[in-house]
């Protein structure tokens, strides 16, 4: 969107910017678009690392490990940036570029005249990738221009100014909703690289509750479960297998996640850099710069066997074991997708792994905290977060005890803090974190608290719930000031 002006001279003709009338003659021409859009998201700045890294560090699951990184990170994590910072500025256009390759998509394939049967899947696509896309911008930017229309001339955004939030939401709602209806139940292969109606459902799901949306939350999520069959889904037997990159292409658990294919780089994209990030530094030449805190670590039961595959806290080197007080940074790294990146370089970039956005784990605990918003810790409210428990019992084929199942009965309260922690410890390092602290406003707590895992006594919550719009896109359009709050 604004990214394209921002790259080009408005007096000379953009590049890659395209009539949809005119380039869209058969209905492959809209898949390649929407394929493109993929391409787009799978890349550096994006899923790559950029984006997926920055959520990471807003949360209080991961800290920086080497400060000798680049300062747009250690801004980024220790709540001091400003509209200036580097990773804002190389994630915003990109986020842009999917959703104008999206919308382009969407004109191209209403352009053609085909019968809804023919084109519509396809189109629900694209509006999957617009909801996809601003669905992470506005958790993270609030208001923001709102394009669900394809761009073919650059100038005429210079005046956009931004959408509220609630607009932004409905758009999203309105396309997942297309989504659900007109995507198919699988997709070819039984790939999850490209959505289906499960997935759209998932979303749904995830939107409602973000929202505060619960028994509309529990509706999405109840739906997803109940057809679980019909969408193959299932939670993986191993929760370590969720992670390994030689077998991404085959879990079940995964409902929505980017391909990253090993050892090909195309012009930026597939460019998977978020295992080199998490590996240890001095030991594996990797960067060593998302690191969990020490909190997070020690404050974790080492009965549960999620802390086993979440940590690297000793690491075999030419067959001898350093302990991590041997590491550069003296903490245990981040040992999901670090120990099985398939075909990738020695330092894991440009690796084999599909980077999840989704797991079916996670619908279980959205309908666990749904309908304990709506009606408590009932049977079945226990029996969703009792799914996921059970699973991490499974020692890779071992049964253990820990952790134990749920009994109902709980106070209200007490049953949704619970959910919140399992969902800290499942989801832990998966970029979730950052976004449920702030639709369940806990920053002040978990970053000033007693009990804080990750300290920042700087944090505001006036301020940090939202990043920074990019300097450059308001020098550019004006009509997008004034910037977030703080800023």
């Known amino acids: 969107m604004l990214s394209i002006s921002a790259c080009a001279d408005l007096n000379e003709k953009p590049i890659g ?12 021409d809209v898949e390649t678009a929407v394929l493109g859009a993929y391409g787009v998201i799978a890349s550096e700045n994006l899923f790559g690392r950029q984006f997926i890294c920055a959520l990471q560090f807003r949360g209080d699951m991961v800290d920086i490990g080497n400060r000798a990184t680049s300062a747009e990170r250690i801004q980024m994590n220790d709540f001091n940036m400003d509209s200036n910072n580097g990773m804002v500025t190389k994630f915003w256009p990109q986020w842009f570029q999917a959703i104008n390759a999206a919308n382009s998509a969407e004109a191209g394939g209403m352009s053609l005249g085909l019968s809804e049967a023919e084109i519509n899947p396809l189109i629900a696509e694209a509006k999957f990738i617009r909801a996809f896309s601003y669905y992470h911008l506005v958790r993270n930017f609030g208001d923001l221009p709102y394009i669900d229309f394809a761009v073919t001339d650059p100038a005429s955004l210079k005046t956009t100014s931004k959408t509220p939030e609630a607009e932004i939401y409905a758009g999203i709602k309105a396309d997942l909703e297309f989504a659900k209806k007109w995507l198919p139940n699988t997709q070819k292969n039984n790939i999850r690289t490209r959505p289906t109606a499960g997935t759209a459902a998932a979303y749904l799901a995830s939107v409602h509750l973000t929202l505060g949306e619960f028994q509309e939350a529990y ?49 930026g994209n597939n460019d998977d850099s978020l295992v080199p ?95 304990g918003e709506i009606s408590g810790s009932t049977d079945e409210a226990v029996g969703y977060l009792n799914q996921i428990r059970a699973r991490a019992r499974n020692w ?12 109902p009965g709980m106070t209200g309260g007490d049953f949704i803090d619970l959910v919140m922690e399992d969902r800290r410890l499942e989801l832990a390092f998966e970029w979730k974190r950052w976004y449920d602290i702030k639709r369940r406003d806990m920053g002040k707590e978990v970053f000033t608290g007693p009990n804080s895992l990750e300290p920042h006594d700087n944090f505001d919550s006036s301020r940090d719930y939202l990043m920074p719009l990019p300097a450059s896109e308001l020098r550019i359009n004006p009509n997008l000031a004034p910037n977030n709050p703080g800023y």
């Open 396 to 407: 890779a084929g071992t049964q253990t005890d820990f952790p134990a199942d749920v009994a």
């Open 219 to 267: 509706a999405e999520a109840k739906f997803v479960i109940d057809n679980k069959a019909l969408f193959g889904y299932e939670l993986e037997a191993d929760y370590e297998d969720n992670f390994k990159g030689s077998i991404a292409n085959s879990l079940k658990e995964t409902i929505f996640a980017f391909d990253f294919l090993g050892q090909q780089n195309v012009g």
């Open 17 to 28: 910017v395209f009539a949809p009338e005119t380039f869209f003659k058969t209905r492959k």
């Open 277 to 371: 990030m998490v590996l240890v530094l001095n030991l594996t030449g990797g960067y060593g710069v998302s690191v969990p805190s020490m909190n997070v670590y020690d404050n974790w039961d080492a009965r549960d066997y999620r802390k086993k595959v979440s940590f690297i806290d000793t690491l075999m080197v030419d067959g001898v074991a350093h302990p991590y007080s041997d590491f550069s940074t003296k903490r245990p790294h981040i040992g999901k997708w670090a120990r099985d990146f398939g075909n990738g370089n020695a330092i894991g970039r440009y690796s084999d792994h599909n980077f999840s956005d989704f797991r079916y784990a996670e619908v279980l605990l959205i309908a666990a905290e749904a309908l």
